[in-house]
């Protein structure tokens, strides 16, 4: 297929587009942001230029990552959060619309508010606690209002990008490389960590069949951060470092937005059509781990705190 990728430049575009290609798809990245030549800047909060580029590229499908996923700047700017997550996601399904073709729509585990005790499923009541959850779940209600033939894909707690990961993992490799002999990690917040390759290999499966609908699309298992943190300490053999279990108020000054408690996810549907490969997070995480941050292996091995051969 000829297939146009929107918000390309993120960590989740840095998988999907490779593989797309090794599929034979003919690939379009775009994004407003432009970290290499062949991605095209297209803004999906001006709905004229989807359409421009939609009728010149002339798509089969339309996969759309583009969003504002800053918690903290959704909830202070919130105009700006529903005019990218929710208005841009209208304007891309308008396009699909016009011409017919199907739409992949990559939501999240946040439109939950994190009351239930077991992972979540896709029968499960959305209700979002904060503006990032309720922009992106209005994208999903457009999607569903606008079209017939769509994949609205919710992912849990991302792990990927290697040097352009900003989230949790890299938030605590960073932490360890500077040093760090004491880390705090959160034991009250559980999620689904969603490794971006495994999600783009079987996102790349599902996009080949006609079962259109929503899916949960997160890796085997459920952690608190304190567990996803511990695992990073384990696998990299850290001697020295202590880490310390604390409550979310811990960092309520640097994170104040409202989190819901779980966003454990269940792929309930994926396991129902058969098609469920995603892997046990913590095989995930050594995984990246091993790709992108073998030479933080070898500088604690050179300082001595690290046992791993």
Known sequence: MKILVTGAAGMLGDSLIPILGEDN??????????????IKYLDVRKIDEIFKFVNTIKPDMIIHLAAETDLEKCQ?????????????????????QEKDIPLVYVSTAGVFDGSKETPYTEFDVPNPLNVYGLSKLEGEHFVKALLKKYFIVRAGWMIGGGEKDKKFVRKIISQIEEGKKEIHAVTDKRGTPTYAPA??????????????????LACLGTATRYDVASKIVEFLEIDDLKLIPVKSDFFAKEYPTPRPSSEEMRNFMLELRGIN????WEDALRQYLDKYFKHVYLHLKSKGRSGKN
């Open 25 to 38: 798809h003919e690939v379009f990245p775009t994004d407003i942001n432009i970290t290499d030549p062949r």
């Open 76 to 96: 202070e700017d919130i105009d700006e959060a529903y005019k990218v997550n929710a208005m841009g996601t209208q304007n891309v399904a308008l396009a699909c």
């Open 199 to 216: 999600f783009s290999t079987v996102l790349a499966k599902l996009i080949k069949t006609n079962f259109y609908g929503l899916y949960h």
């Open 277 to 280: 490969s995603m892997p046990k």
